[in-house]
Every structure is written in structure tokens, then in C-alpha cells.
């Protein structure tokens, strides 16, 4: 059995007070040896007692939230909430950490669409570099993608502005949407979608619609097997289905992060996946 050593401690109390995401520490030390249960209980506690100690979750998120999303909670008879172009239905309300999965926000169509309007804009997908700015190819995340700006054809301006108004948030803080396509065994590992306002890097993204607060996750396909949406620290997989979506918000209204946004997309193991993402920021999102 594994335990925690004198030097891991150490270890632990320097890269927290650096700054250091639980994310980046469970991989670290996975990559050292550790297994990976082991791993996250250890990063977990170490954050609840940091976040007891202090009387509060840190506001990693770098921001003051208040007033920001408010999901349309008005829903019709049989669990719909209506948009001005479709009935989306609602099959699972959390409210702490906030997700919600909404089903048939797209039609088959608008799915086919995406899709095929995607494809000769595909490229490896990139994160953002932490450190030098911009963003560079990572290991954790084995997908190609496409980038569009927001309003970039009719069929995307349609499809933004029934986002908003499902959750309540005007479509000028939205950023584009982005395509990502995953062959068998490709995944992207538990992450937080949020910018780090200590990196120079990521603190980088923050001059242009402040900080991000929530994702959409958009299934554009049904996968063989494989491929769920995971929230590791809920023990959750949300499986993909062609129309449906996840949402989930990152933390407090204070800006407290919820350490159980924490996700990833599990590998897939037959088939493909499609997805658009929406990420939703605190201001209106332009890039010039």
C-alpha cells in the first residue's frame, strides 16, 4: 500500500503554494509511480484542507461572478424548456457542482451540418500554454478540431442563439464553436476549462472576455462505445448521444472554483466522436 512520505508532503506544500492545479499534481504524480487513486486522494485532501484552513475555496477563477448565468429554470410541462425554435428537455438537474444534460438541443441535421462543414478545417487540437502564451500540442488531449468565430454561417448563428437562450447568457459572450473529432482510443484527460489568472499564459486570455465560467459540451454523433463526457470527482459519465449536451459552471458566483468541475472525455473504443464545445465567458468574448 501506498502513503504519503515526508517528502511527498513537501512536495505537496510547495507546488500548492505555487499555484500548482489539482490536475497538473494528479498527473505529476501519476508520472512519478503513484497510482492513480492514490494520486487523487491525496491531491483532493490536501485542497479540502487548505480550503478549511482558509475558511474558504480560493478564488482561483479570478473573478466576481455575480449575476452571471442563470439557466432558463421556467421549464414546460415534461421537463422542456422552451427556446424560440425548439424544445430542449431536461434528463439531469444538478444543482452543486451545477450540470445539466439537455436533450435534443440539436437536430440530426444541424449535428450532419456541423460536421460536414467541419471537416476541411480539421487540424491537431492544441491547449492553451500555460507559461508562453498562445498554445502548443499536449499528450493529454488526442483529438483533431476546428475553430469558427462566432456567427461564422446561418447555421451556426441559429444554433448560438438557442444556447443563449437556454441559459440565459447573451450570445456576445460566447466564444465560437469548436468541432472536435476523436478516432478509437482518442480521449482528453481530466481538466479544468477555466484560465489561470497566475500564469502569464493563460492570464493572456483573460484581455479578451475576462475569464470562462461555464462549458456546453454538444454530442454531434452516436458513439459504438466509449467516449463519455467524466466528472471524476462525482464518479459521473454522461454517455454521447447524437443532439443531446452537457453543461456544467466552474464554481461559486464569488468566483470560488468547484474542484468538481474537474472533467475529461474517456477514450473512445468503437467508432468515432463528434462534439461541439461552447464556452461561455464572464464579458462579451471579440477577438479583433
Not at 217 to 233: C, H, Q, R, S
Request: proline share 4%; charged share 25%; aromatic share 8%.
Amino acid at each position: 500500500m501506498q502513503q504519503v512520505s515526508a517528502e511527498l508532503v513537501e512536495w505537496l506544500q510547495n507546488e500548492i503554494g505555487r499555484g500548482c492545479r489539482p490536475e497538473v499534481l494528479i498527473e505529476s504524480m501519476i508520472k512519478a509511480g503513484y497510482e492513480a487513486d492514490f494520486a487523487r486522494n491525496v491531491i483532493n485532501a490536501s485542497f479540502a484542507s487548505l480550503e478549511a484552513l482558509e475558511g474558504k475555496r480560493p478564488n482561483v477563477l479570478g473573478a466576481n461572478l455575480e449575476g452571471t448565468l442563470k439557466i432558463n429554470t421556467d421549464p414546460l410541462p415534461g421537463n422542456f424548456i422552451r427556446t424560440s425554435d425548439r424544445d430542449v428537455q431536461v434528463l439531469l438537474n444538478m444543482q452543486s457542482p451545477r450540470i445539466m444534460l439537455f436533450g435534443g438541443l440539436l437536430s440530426d441535421e444541424e449535428c450532419d451540418g456541423i460536421i460536414e462543414f467541419s471537416r476541411a478545417k480539421m487540424a491537431r487540437s492544441h491547449v492553451v500554454d500555460s507559461d508562453a502564451g498562445g498554445t502548443r500540442e499536449d499528450e493529454a488531449r488526442t483529438s483533431t478540431g476546428a475553430a469558427f468565430q462566432r456567427g461564422e454561417t446561418a447555421l451556426h448563428t441559429r444554433i448560438e442563439k438557442r444556447i443563449s437562450e437556454l441559459l440565459g447568457w447573451p450570445v456576445e459572450h460566447g466564444e465560437g464553436l469548436q468541432i472536435l473529432h476523436y478516432n478509437i482510443g482518442g480521449e482528453y484527460k481530466p481538466h479544468y476549462d477555466y484560465f489561470h489568472h497566475d500564469r502569464p499564459g493563460e492570464a493572456e486570455q483573460l484581455k479578451t472576455g475576462g475569464q470562462r465560467i461555464a462549458t456546453l459540451v454538444m454530442y454531434l454523433n452516436d458513439v459504438e462505445a466509449g467516449g463519455g463526457t467524466i466528472f471524476p470527482e462525482l464518479g459521473l459519465e454522461t454517455m454521447p448521444k447524437k443532439g443531446n449536451a452537457i453543461y456544467f459552471a466552474y464554481g461559486g458566483m464569488d468566483g470560488t472554483l468547484d474542484s468538481r468541475s474537474l472533467h475529461g472525455g474517456a477514450p473512445v473504443e468503437r467508432g468515432e466522436k463528434w462534439i461541439a464545445t461552447k464556452w461561455i465567458r464572464q464579458h462579451p468574448y471579440q477577438l479583433t
